[in-house]
Nanobody
Framework: QMQLVESGGGLVQAGGSLRLSCLASGRTFSSYAMGWFRQAPGKEREFVAAISRINKTPYYADSVKGRFTISRDNAKNTLYLQMNSLKPEDTAVYSC????????????????WGQGTQVTVSS
């Protein structure tokens, strides 16, 4: 199983930006599609973004398209999520994910999870 450690969360005002990072270890990072999910209090976990393992093709939830950018540096075993134009509704715990399946929008296809990092956007 891959170990995933997120960093970069915090408190930001609406309209601001944050960059999340996820450092992977324990498996060959470049062999896995990777993604980000989030969970707000009282809500279901939801897909945010994913990136394929070789071509680095990105996939986004409609709610973040045009504001968030997912990227990966396979040489550094690190996944990123650049979040711009943040809104209060983006407030959630963001978790890094390594996929074991190919349908990226479904959390049941995730094989390894990070512990999560809190993002809070104030209005």
């Amino acid at each position: 199983q891959m170990q995933l450690v997120e960093s970069g969360g915090g408190l930001v005002q609406a309209g601001g930006s944050l960059r999340l990072s996820c450092l992977a270890s324990g498996r060959t990072f470049s062999s896995y599609a990777m993604g980000w999910f989030r969970q707000a209090p009282g809500k279901e976990r939801e897909f945010v973004a994913a990136i394929s393992r070789i071509n680095k093709t990105p996939y986004y939830a409609d709610s973040v398209k045009g504001r968030f950018t997912i990227s990966r540096d396979n040489a550094k075993n690190t996944l990123y999520l650049q979040m711009n134009s943040l809104k209060p509704e983006d407030t959630a715990v963001y978790s890094c994910a390594a996929y074991s399946g190919s349908y990226y929008y479904d959390a049941r296809n995730v094989g390894s999870w990070g512990q999560g990092t809190q993002v809070t956007v104030s209005s």
